[in-house]
């Protein structure tokens, strides 16, 4: 994907944001709708999602690994120009292909970890998850601002600290069923991980098995960045309110 943005001012504000999965919250929006664009590094969740991201500001968004059928349309990477800074985008670092070459900037996400570091002469930013807060994190985004005159990049870490986050169909996000027992959590998590196993997507089982969209991407995302976990392995990283 090669893109070239056009130039209207001289200080640009870009929205970086990744790991939604299904959930925009009230700071991250006021965030986005000031920006004249929004780089998004996967994982956003489904199509809804992706719709208001759009009414907020323009998208580029790359494929992130929980992004299923509804995704097919978006790119595993992508790279293009953007106010004379190359830029880089693709969901998991591990990922990258011979595109990045010359990037000055790569962003990325997946690990849900924010990390920004200057490294072989170029800006790695990871803007950590905007949607849930995961693995005792903050949720968190970044802006970047460039100086077209001068070609200065700035970033802004924005932690997202409101008590709680909607997601994409008004429900709340943050308190995962803080309801369930223990026992009964197992075996939720025992189904899913077995679903997740036979390649059903979450949008098939959150449908089928009635269970809600938040809860089966935490446990879709720690299943796949976690490669032979088991079941109580997956219950071990699970943050629920109330645990």
Request: aromatic share 4%.
């Amino acid at each position: 994907m090669e893109e070239r943005i056009e130039k209207t001012k001289q200080i640009h504000k870009i929205a970086v944001i990744s790991d939604t999965h299904g959930i925009l919250r009230p700071a991250a929006v006021e965030q986005l709708r000031s920006s004249e664009l929004i780089l998004h590094g996967g994982d956003v969740a489904d199509q809804k999602t992706l719709d208001r991201l759009g009414e907020c500001a323009r998208v580029i968004a790359v494929r992130g690994n929980c992004d299923k059928e509804w995704a097919e349309e978006l790119p595993q990477e992508a790279c293009f120009e953007l106010y004379s800074k190359k830029i880089y985008m693709v969901h998991n670092r591990k990922q990258m292909s011979a595109k990045a070459e010359g990037a000055d900037v790569v962003i990325y996400g997946h690990s849900h970890k924010y990390e920004e570091k200057e490294e072989d002469g170029r800006l790695w930013l990871n803007p950590g998850s905007g949607g849930p807060r995961r693995f005792g994190r903050p949720a968190t985004m970044a802006v970047l601002e460039i100086n077209e005159e001068s070609g200065n990049l700035t970033i802004k870490r924005i932690e997202l600290t409101e008590d709680e986050a909607q997601n994409t169909d008004g429900a709340a996000a943050d308190g995962l069923c803080p309801e369930l027992g223990s026992g009964e959590l197992r075996g939720i998590v025992e189904m899913i991980v077995r679903d997740l196993g036979r390649g059903k997507s979450v949008d098939r089982i959150v449908k089928t098995r009635g269970i809600s969209r938040a809860l089966t991407e935490q446990i879709c995302q720690i299943y796949f960045t976690h490669p032979g976990i088991d079941v109580q392995g997956v219950m071990d990283r699970i943050e629920i309110a109330g645990r």
